[in-house]
């Protein structure tokens, strides 16, 4: 697995823990909610589809829906980029608001995205990436590009932020910081401004898949077995061991996530390889991230007391 982004930390050795009951320790609802997340009595499924799809009562938005607002921005269709940029703005404002020192900063760097984003969507290839995958991929672009520009050794640790509940939507930007956007977008072609009309509800429910776990899926996409969804871990969950079966992405977004022995931080990037295996998935804060997935994944089964770590 490869690590990238501010706010990555190796754990401590024995002996120099700060953190109370020790960052490897496990409550055991965590491992319950493993239990209950591989084991249904229905059906025991053990790839991750089975477990997204098996209750989900929302209507699933296609990859093919994502892609298409693609295609049309890369015909000039601003309209198309504003769908995207108010389901996908908030995540990256939350991704990049590590990187720098200020909120306006923050949403700067944000609105450089989606410029990016339409400057490049006829560059764009479904079999590359999902949408959502590709956008977070020039959110950090522009984030290495800021670290390199400013010399900023990304070793710093970030204030760990509060986990908002899955009640909550990630905060969002004033519609002004569009304007913004479409102002610049308007300067290169000549076209007038775009005033959206304003936008009902894009984002879908928090969906609680196995206790203390929770999702929103994004996007799916059935012909290449991806999803891309927001995962949410409340404190002290564990998410399954698992093998992926192709590239997995995880952009974290808030709280602290231990991914072995590792911790990450907001603002930290994770890529799994097709065939590796994720044995410890971990927050003792909980957390939200980005994560980009096959639905092929293989949830293993974890064996009473199984995995279980101390210091």
Known sequence: MHVFGLGVQTPREPGHATEPCGIYRIAAVGWRAYDLMVHAPESRPTRLGDV???NNKQVLVSEDT???????IALGDQLALHAL??????????WIRPFVSDRRAAEELMLDVFHDVWRTASSYNANDDTVVGWIMSQARSRAIDRLRSEQVTPSLLPA????????TDLGRQSTSLWLQLSRRIAAETGEEVLVPLPEGRTEPDWQEVAPGIFCKLLATDRTRHRVSMLVQLTPEIAYPPHTHAGVEELYLLHGELMIE??????????????????????????????????????????????GKRSI
């Open 66 to 72: 994502w892609g298409g607002l693609v295609q049309s």
């Open 160 to 167: 760990i932020e509060t986990v908002v509940p899955p009640q």
């Open 261 to 306: 022995d590792r911790k990450l931080y907001p603002g930290a990037y994770n890529r799994g390889e097709p065939g590796e295996s994720d044995q410890f998935v971990w927050s003792r804060t909980g957390c939200i991230c980005v994560l980009v997935t096959s639905t092929r994944d293989v949830l293993r089964q974890v064996t009473p007391g199984e």
């Open 85 to 94: 940029y108010a389901r996908m703005h908030g995540i990256v404002f939350a």
């Open 52 to 54: 997204l799809y098996r």
